[in-house]
């Protein structure tokens, strides 16, 4: 996990005029976090095939950071949604939501200390 990880902030914009439909794409799992609370990252959705496409198109409408890591993704898949993402996940999600804050010009708990 992590370093098998792709970014795709700007697929969205690549992908306009296409049908919609990503090749190879059969799961896809959403993370809650707020940095400024004590409680850590969530699984808010999932799901797989078309599902799993639709939670990518909310996302990328809704400018949400994207990134695919298939390792990652079925370990996050086998938790359910609205529980705490499981220990095996933590670095990778780390080093995630790490790149997202500081794409988002907002420093995380570890950049502050």
Avoid: C
Wanted: proline share 5%; no cysteine.
């Amino acid at each position: 996990m992590g370093g098998k990880g792709k970014d795709l902030w700007n697929e969205h914009a690549e992908a306009a005029g296409q049908t919609g439909r990503r090749p190879g794409r059969a799961v896809a799992v959403a993370l809650h976090h707020d940095p400024d609370q004590p409680d850590l990252p969530k699984v808010v959705a999932s799901g797989r095939g078309g599902v799993a496409e639709q939670i990518l198109e909310l996302a990328f409408a809704h400018g949400v950071k994207v990134r695919t890591d298939p390792d990652l993704a079925e370990v996050l898949a086998a938790v359910e949604v609205d529980t705490v993402i499981p220990v095996e996940a933590f670095v990778a999600v780390a080093e995630i939501l790490a790149y997202v804050y500081r794409a988002n010009g907002r420093a995380t708990a570890a950049d502050r200390t």
